[in-house]
């Protein structure tokens, strides 16, 4: 069992920057794809950005290329989110997931970890 915890969420203006994290613990002794989705009331999940198990293959939605770029930490066990100029569109609750050597994948059903949300509010 791998659980995640997301932080670093919180309300910011249009065109500020935050940085999310997904601090993992459980068992982390294998590597990991990972992942970031979004999803407002009413929506579904979307994705975001996801990295594949060897960190060698990065994808990201549309939307959030060249604004977005996801990382990760492994000594720490902690996937990172940088997202910078942010717009009142990207108001969402941002889910972290996490897939044991996993390619990366785009869809959400890939994944089989997942953390409990932390919301981002950018106002315009």
């Known amino acids: 069992q791998v659980q995640l915890v997301e932080s670093g969420g919180g309300l910011v203006q249009a065109g500020d920057s935050l940085r999310l994290s997904c601090a993992a613990s459980g068992r982390t002794d294998s590597a990991y794809a990972m992942a970031w989705f979004r999803q407002v009331p009413g929506k579904e999940r979307e994705f975001v950005a996801a990295?594949?198990?060897?960190?060698?293959?990065?994808r990201y939605a549309d939307s959030v290329q060249g604004r977005f770029t996801i990382s990760r930490n492994s000594g720490i066990n902690t996937a990172l989110l940088q997202m910078n100029n942010l717009k009142p569109e990207d108001t969402a609750v941002y889910f972290c997931?996490?897939?044991?050597?996993?390619?990366?994948?785009?869809?959400?059903?890939?994944?089989?970890?997942w953390g409990q949300g932390t919301q981002v509010t950018v106002s315009s």
């Open positions: 990295m594949n198990w060897g960190g060698g293959s990065r």
């Open positions: 997931a996490a897939d044991r050597l996993g390619p990366g994948s785009t869809d959400a059903v890939g994944y089989e970890y």
